[in-house]
């Protein structure tokens, strides 16, 4: 590629767009290409990864809609290589703002140092000049990018269509940076240091979308990043200081860091030993402790029980669409099968390693309520001394509009709309049934 390409800032749009093509025709988790050994992304400075993976986000975030745009100035189907890049040219002129000259050389460098589709480069210099002409007010009839069926009709069913409309805002708005601190008392400096937001659960949330290993507290660990909704399981297990604690399926760790910072004893659990790596890094950073496990938490066990079990289990992550929008287009309802007995078998094993007394908070990232409610249904239909209990005490900003029929808590992208939103999640506290109890809730 030559250095006037490169000038242009080619490099990075080119990236972003092999990141589109594995994620729609490959089927694969942006995730995974990021960090796979033939990344588009190896070749690139910092800055220009950084920038290809927010552009391809972008436009997964709004693809159906630059579609339809593109679809009224083309009149027959393009090559993937050409509709990429042309949807990443819609992007950048309808919804990022970017200069039309850059946008439309740049889309045109692509296309021509194709060697099957450089010969449609006019045409990819003509669509993008109509995009940068009259895109713009093709765009504001636009709406939010729908959720696919198998997703939409499971939200339409439980929380209703005003709840579908209000999620798909929340995804198409993408979402703030949360952060969770190591001392919690300390939530009215860092907010001043960080020009950040309190949220009535306690977590800090950030303007814009800053560098955050360059934000002041980074280096010395006094929070990591995690959604407000994320961090709100382990606050349900209250005051562990001094007592045993398992987090199961641990990575990549905030919850860890919560409980650790709380003076629990934690055993982190999981079975990718490079996903508990960006635990280890944030323990020494953050100067906490626990025990971290490399292993199948269906196959271990452990030499003696646990106080309190945090369970975050493996799931179809659809609560986390607005901060990864691929996910919709590489899983399919139909492929979720295994993930639900995979979780009721996690919550059977969690059960056996806890002590008489103890109790176990079961959550899942999912907006779907078979890998929530149903499974605790279901869990305490499995076993006849296990009951659903309430917090003690309650965990600050735990709002009563999130408890669910059966007695967990259920929270949705479209809550919390003035503020910005909150990851999808579900998280319910299960303990053993006291002898002489009665079944159901505390």
Same mark, same amino acid.
């Given at each position: 590629?030559?250095?006037?390409a490169?000038?242009?800032g080619?490099?990075?749009?080119?990236a972003?767009?092999?990141?589109?093509?594995?994620?729609?025709?490959?089927?694969r988790?942006?995730?995974?290409?990021v960090?796979?050994?033939?990344?588009?992304? @190896? /070749?690139?400075?910092?800055?220009?990864r950084?920038r290809?993976?927010s552009?391809?986000?972008?436009?997964?975030?709004?693809?159906a809609?630059?579609? %339809?745009?593109?679809?009224r100035f083309?009149?027959?189907?393009? $090559?993937?290589?050409?509709?990429?890049t042309?949807?990443?040219?819609?992007?950048?002129?309808l919804?990022?703002?970017?200069?039309?000259?850059?946008?439309?050389?740049?889309?045109?460098?692509i296309?021509?140092?194709?060697?099957?589709?450089g010969r449609?480069?006019g045409?990819?210099?003509?669509?993008?000049?109509?995009?940068?002409?009259?895109?713009p007010?093709?765009w504001?009839?636009?709406?939010?990018?729908?959720l696919p069926?198998?997703?939409?009709?499971?939200?339409?069913?439980?929380?209703?269509?005003? @709840?579908?409309?209000?999620? %798909?805002?929340?995804?198409?708005?993408?979402?703030?940076?949360d952060?969770?601190?190591?001392?919690?008392?300390?939530?009215?400096?860092?907010a001043?240091?960080?020009?950040? /937001?309190i949220?009535?659960?306690?977590?800090?949330?950030?303007?814009? /979308?800053?560098?955050?290993?360059?934000?002041?507290?980074?280096?010395?660990?006094?929070?990591?990043?995690q959604?407000?909704?994320?961090?709100m399981?382990?606050?349900?297990?209250?005051?562990?200081?001094?007592?045993?604690?398992?987090?199961?399926?641990?990575a990549?760790?905030g919850?860890t860091?919560q409980?650790?910072?709380?003076?629990?004893?934690?055993?982190?659990?999981?079975?990718?030993?490079?996903?508990?790596?960006?635990?280890?890094?944030?323990?020494?950073r953050?100067?906490?402790?626990?025990?971290i496990?490399v292993?199948?938490?269906?196959?271990?066990?452990?030499?003696?029980?646990?106080?309190?079990?945090?369970?975050?289990?493996?799931?179809?992550?659809?609560?986390?669409?607005?901060?990864?929008?691929?996910?919709?287009?590489?899983k399919?309802?139909?492929d979720?099968s295994?993930?639900?007995a995979?979780?009721?078998?996690l919550i059977?094993a969690?059960? @056996?390693?806890?002590?008489?007394?103890?109790?176990?908070?079961?959550?899942?990232?999912?907006?779907l309520p /078979?890998e929530?409610?149903?499974?605790i249904k279901?869990?305490?239909?499995?076993?006849?001394n296990?009951?659903?209990?309430? $917090?003690?005490p309650?965990?600050e900003g735990?709002?009563?509009?999130w408890?669910?029929?059966?007695?967990?808590?259920?929270?949705?992208?479209?809550?919390?709309?003035?503020?910005?939103?909150?990851?999808?999640?579900?998280?319910?506290?299960?303990?053993?049934?006291?002898?002489?109890?009665?079944?159901?809730?505390e």
């Amino acid at each position: 590629m030559s250095g006037k390409a490169n000038a242009q800032g080619v490099a990075p749009r080119l990236a972003a767009t092999q990141l589109l093509h594995a994620v729609l025709f490959e089927k694969r988790l942006l995730s995974d290409v990021v960090s796979g050994q033939r990344s588009p992304l @190896a /070749r690139l400075n910092p800055a220009e990864r950084a920038r290809a993976q927010s552009l391809a986000i972008g436009v997964l975030r709004n693809l159906a809609g630059l579609d %339809e745009v593109l679809d009224r100035f083309l009149e027959k189907p393009t $090559p993937p290589k050409v509709r990429n890049t042309l949807r990443l040219a819609a992007y950048e002129l309808l919804v990022d703002g970017a200069a039309a000259h850059g946008v439309v050389n740049a889309a045109v460098e692509i296309v021509r140092g194709s060697a099957k589709a450089g010969r449609l480069a006019g045409l990819v210099n003509a669509v993008a000049r109509k995009l940068a002409d009259q895109g713009p007010a093709i765009w504001q009839g636009i709406g939010p990018q729908p959720l696919p069926s198998w997703l939409a009709k499971p939200v339409i069913r439980h929380y209703g269509k005003d @709840a579908l409309v209000g999620i %798909e805002a929340a995804h198409s708005a993408g979402a703030p940076v949360d952060l969770t601190l190591k001392n919690p008392a300390e939530a009215d400096h860092w907010a001043r240091a960080l020009g950040a /937001r309190i949220l009535p659960t306690g977590s800090l949330r950030l303007p814009g /979308r800053p560098q955050v290993s360059a934000l002041p507290g980074y280096a010395e660990g006094a929070w990591w990043v995690q959604d407000a909704a994320a961090a709100m399981p382990a606050r349900l297990l209250g005051d562990q200081r001094g007592r045993r604690v398992l987090d199961l399926c641990a990575a990549p760790g905030g919850k860890t860091l919560q409980l650790a910072a709380g003076g629990a004893m934690v055993t982190a659990v999981d079975m990718s030993a490079r996903r508990l790596g960006r635990l280890t890094e944030n323990l020494a950073r953050t100067g906490l402790r626990a025990e971290i496990i490399v292993a199948d938490a269906l196959d271990w066990r452990p030499a003696q029980g646990f106080d309190a079990i945090l369970l975050d289990a493996p799931c179809s992550a659809t609560g986390t669409i607005r901060r990864h929008p691929d996910l919709p287009f590489v899983k399919a309802g139909a492929d979720l099968s295994g993930l639900f007995a995979l979780q009721a078998d996690l919550i059977d094993a969690a059960l @056996a390693m806890l002590n008489p007394g103890g109790r176990l908070v079961y959550s899942t990232c999912s907006l779907l309520p /078979r890998e929530g409610e149903e499974q605790i249904k279901r869990a305490l239909g499995r076993h006849e001394n296990i009951e659903i209990a309430d $917090p003690d005490p309650s965990p600050e900003g735990l709002s009563p509009e999130w408890r669910s029929a059966e007695g967990g808590w259920r929270m949705r992208p479209d809550y919390w709309a003035d503020q910005g939103g909150m990851d999808g999640f579900y998280m319910a506290i299960l303990r053993q049934r006291p002898k002489s109890g009665r079944r159901g809730k505390e």
